[in-house]
């Protein structure tokens, strides 16, 4: 492989990473250009859309399109890339290296085990409850427990085992507001104790990373990216929506 | 002041946990932690003594304030540690999205009461839009001591 392809090849395969792992564009864009600045390549032209990425190095003959046909979340790879792209610029690896090591990315960062994953959703749910409402009954406590655990379990699986977008939100969701219909219809509590747990057990799903992103998308002049990813966080947003009015609706 | 710093680990406690689910490194959640907490103490004191009801105004400047700290202080956390920005300020965002607003939009929504659902959709733009607001006036700032460190 001559030298200019490994350099294209890295800043493609380090821009694919990150845009397919929850990174804002401007990151994307930035990060391959000081690959090919520090490789030696200024000038290069690197078009970055939240569906794919298309790279020309000025002298090259060719141009290289890479597609980004599914999108998750996973900060610790953006991070990852961040910091080879950082020991890069500093001359602390070579270029084959860091090449290889991008290639190793997707095996070699960790994530946090399920259980442990379940145990945060539990506690966001628990401790917003409490924040956003007040403990008046310490049995609601043990009800946003339950729903927060149950509704990001269903929401997980979905996401990873069925891969269908949009309703693992919404199966999410239902579960959640079952779990407050049973407090209310066979346990006495209070509508206002019933949408204290609704409100905590949801905050797990808020599609916190398409809304920040599409802000900034939107604010560094990404006017296809930024509304684009808007839309995304937008449909999780009806599908938590529908499912909580399917579940209020019966009351 | 004890509420306040109750309310602090709460936000603490919820932001750590939103930093797992979204698999950001380990070594920066203890700080996302800490910048989410922050956020969320500071709206609570400006909101303090407004009683159960809070007005909409007094809520609007919370919440541009602790966008403020929040944008500020992840920056200064992604300088610090060489991270991305977002590994910290999307976690600590988490305690201060409208849910409770949101939610009862759509409650009303769904027990014909479309009024109330109008005035809790009110709210919840003018949160978010104050939010994104102290996002932007953070990004400001970061700009301008930028600038007159490196002129």
Redesign the interface.
């Known amino acids: 492989m001559d030298e200019a392809q490994l350099v294209m090849d890295t800043a493609l395969l380090a821009g694919q990473i990150l845009l397919a792992n929850?990174?804002?564009i401007a990151?994307v864009e930035d990060t391959m250009q000081r690959i090919a600045d520090n490789a030696g390549y200024r000038y290069a032209n690197i078009f970055v859309l939240l569906t794919g990425i298309t790279m020309s190095l000025p002298d090259g003959e060719s141009t290289q399109v890479r597609p980004i046909h599914s999108r998750t979340?996973?900060?610790?790879k953006?991070?990852?890339v961040?910091?080879l792209s950082?020991q890069f610029a500093s001359d602390e690896i070579d270029l084959p290296t860091f090449y290889q090591q991008l290639r190793q990315i997707e095996v070699a960062v960790p994530?946090?085990p399920f259980w442990?994953?379940e145990?945060?959703?539990?506690?966001?749910s628990m401790?917003?409850t409490?924040?956003?409402?007040g403990i008046d009954a310490p049995v609601k406590l043990l009800f946003a427990m339950l729903a927060g655990g149950g509704g990001?379990a269903v929401f997980y699986y979905v996401n990873h085992e069925l891969r269908v977008r949009f309703l693992s939100e919404f199966l999410a969701s239902l579960v959640i507001g079952f779990v407050a219909y049973v407090g209310i219809r066979w346990l006495g509590f209070t509508r206002t104790a019933g949408?204290a747990v609704?409100?905590g057990a949801?905050?797990?799903l808020?599609p916190?990373?398409p809304i920040?992103?599409a802000?900034?998308d939107t604010?560094s002049g990404n006017y296809l990216s930024g509304p684009a990813r808007a839309v995304e966080a937008v449909l999780s947003?009806c599908a938590i929506?529908l499912g909580?009015?399917i579940m209020?609706?019966l009351w | 002041m004890i509420h306040i710093i109750i309310e602090g680990i709460l936000a603490y406690a919820a932001t750590v946990g939103f930093g797992i689910i979204l698999n950001i490194p380990r070594h920066a959640l203890n700080v996302a932690g800490w910048i989410g907490a922050a956020g969320w103490a500071v709206y609570e004191l400006i909101v303090l003594k407004s009683g159960a009801q809070i007005p909409l105004a007094q809520m609007a400047i919370g919440m541009l304030t602790a966008g403020l700290l929040i944008g500020v202080l992840s920056n200064w956390a992604a300088r610090v540690k060489h991270m991305p920005v977002i590994l910290f300020n999307i976690p600590s965002l988490v305690p201060l999205v409208p849910g409770g607003q949101a939610y009862q939009v759509i409650r009303n929504l769904v027990t014909g009461h479309g009024n109330i659902a109008l005035d809790y959709l009110g709210q919840v733009i003018a949160i978010a839009g104050m939010i994104a607001l102290g996002f932007l006036l953070s990004e400001l700032l970061v700009r301008i001591t930028y600038r007159l460190r490196h002129v």
Do not use: K
């Not at chain 1, 145990?119 to 966001?124: D, G, S």
């Open positions: 929850g990174s804002e990151r979340i996973d900060l610790e953006v991070a990852q961040n910091t950082r994530t946090f442990l994953q145990l945060a959703a539990i506690i966001v401790t917003l409490v924040a956003f409402t990001y949408d609704i409100i949801l905050m797990p808020v916190g990373v920040m992103n802000f900034r604010m947003v929506g909580i009015a209020v609706s």
